[in-house]
């Protein structure tokens, strides 16, 4: 995949705190990772055969198995996207009454980052009116940087959300071509660090500083 320095980061710190609140729990399940937390799950049919179909649906989707490299491309990219959000928030109906479910959480978690992922295209667009279309012909690359750096990272997230719903589903990722996968681990320099997690830290390193 393409190498590009993030030029925004995800600010997921309450779906993370959610997630601390399934870590306590302790319960014996597969295990969910996510950016700054681990938890086990046990998910229960409805879960399951709802994770199983959005991993096959989204498996499938334009944005997350082809390159932009058009005008038109990068207008179809933004369109799927909007597929993508569409479909997941049918399913955040069909799971309204568990939504304190892994399946919920990692469904928010892929819609709050293309909430954020659109809140940074249209800064973009109101920076360069001419932003997306025709933008070959009318802007330098170095201008097109931020949204394809952008574009890479929302795709890495959503693919290792779905990954981790597929660990939920207990089937795979079907479809994806090899070059457009992730390494499982996460971009972590792609998120805000939760502001617990930071005080946490802090108070760490004062304590380290005390003893000396």
């Known amino acids: ?3 590009l320095r993030p030029p925004l980061r995800f600010d997921v710190s309450d779906l993370v705190q959610k997630a601390r609140r399934h870590a306590k729990k302790r319960i014996d399940g597969v295990t969910i990772n996510l950016p700054f937390v681990s938890f086990s799950v046990r998910p229960d049919d409805l879960e399951q055969k709802a994770a199983r179909e959005i991993v096959i ?3 499938d989707k ?3 198995n082809a390159f ?3 005008d038109s491309c990068v207008e179809k990219a933004l ?3 909007q597929e993508i959000r ?3 928030v049918d399913k955040q ?3 309204s009454g568990q939504t304190d479910g892994a399946v919920y959480l990692l469904v928010e978690l892929v819609l709050e980052a293309i909430r954020q992922f659109f809140t940074f295209e249209e800064g973009l667009h109101r920076e360069n ?3 997306p279309g025709e933008f070959h012909a009318r802007m330098h690359r170095a201008d097109l940087e931020p949204y394809f750096a952008a574009l890479e990272m929302l795709r890495g997230h959503i693919f290792r959300c779905l990954s981790q719903l597929a660990v939920i589903a207990d089937t795979t990722v079907p479809k994806i071509a090899d070059n457009m996968r992730y390494e499982k681990a996460w971009q972590m320099d792609a998120y805000q660090k939760p502001k617990l997690i930071e005080e946490s830290h802090a108070h760490q390193m004062r304590e380290k500083s005390d003893r000396r």
């Open 129 to 131: 009116l001419n932003f």
């Open 93 to 95: 109906v069909e799971l």
């Open 86 to 88: 569409s479909l997941l």
């Open 79 to 81: 369109a799927s996207l």
């Open 1 to 3: 995949m393409r190498d």
């Open 62 to 64: 334009r944005v997350l």
């Open 68 to 70: 932009e490299c058009c």
């Open 57 to 59: 649906r989204l498996a």
